[in-house]
């Protein structure tokens, strides 16, 4: 369980980005629902995972953002200029954060998935959020590991890095996936997409953050959730 919010926060955002094309939409907000098992949601730790997903993305700017409906903490993750510039940012009560990650550095206890292999679903297609959304299954070289069924458009654009996901092929924004982390599975399902104009400033360190090292902020995290 100690890893589940960071498996969120790379998954929430595994796209691909397209240059050069005007009319796709490349800046707004995704706010995704977070969905667990019913034996999940009755155990005492429940309360403290996060519920909610929430994107926001700029050109080549992007940041997710992550927290419970107690908001007794939020963990952000900002991306510049498509991976030049990383940031993991935390707050847990008056406690606020950031460590900058170094270049190549991986999220904060994220593992390298297995060889994945992407199969495209032609003419299956699901509305999601008012959004018409094709269907691809990432099937896993490993045989023990559930395929994951993924809703994704093309239709808008952000640009990322790519993180060694099994969804870093998937040619637009994902609307609806499944994740298996760590023998938890739950459900990102995209509620709400506003198209609009995003201040800049949405992507820079507040001045009230300390700067900190990911050992500390993992370890505030684990204990959280534990």
Do not use: W
């Not at 995704?32 to 019913?38: D, N, R, S, T």
């Not at 460590?99 to 495209?120: A, N, P, S």
């Not at 990322?160 to 990102?188: H, T, V």
């Amino acid at each position: 369980m100690r890893y589940l919010i960071f498996g969120l926060l790379l998954t929430s955002l595994m796209t691909a980005c397209r240059i050069g094309e005007p009319s796709r939409k490349d800046e707004g907000v995704i706010t995704y629902k977070v969905l667990y098992p019913e034996e999940v949601q009755k155990r005492g730790f429940a309360a403290f995972l996060p519920t909610k997903m929430i994107s926001t993305f700029k050109g080549k700017d992007y940041k997710v953002s992550i927290k419970g409906d107690l908001s007794l903490y939020q963990l952000d993750y900002i991306s510049k200029f498509n991976g030049d510039s990383t940031t993991t940012l935390f707050r847990i009560f008056d406690k606020r954060m950031y460590h900058d990650h170094d270049k190549g550095e991986y999220l904060f206890l994220f593992e390298r998935v297995d060889e994945t292999r992407l199969e495209f679903i032609e003419g299956q297609t699901k509305t999601i959020a008012g959004i018409e959304c094709k269907k691809a299954i990432v099937h896993f070289s490993n045989p023990d590991l559930r395929n994951i069924i993924v809703y994704y458009t093309e239709s808008i654009n952000i640009c990322r890095p790519k993180e060694n996901s099994p969804f870093d092929d998937i040619p637009g924004a994902l609307m609806e996936f499944e994740l298996n982390f760590r023998g938890l599975e739950l459900r990102c399902i995209a509620e709400d997409v506003q198209i609009k104009k995003i201040n800049s400033k949405s992507f820079i360190v507040p001045d009230n953050y300390t700067q900190s090292n990911h050992g500390e902020i993992d370890e505030l995290v684990s204990s959280l959730i534990q």
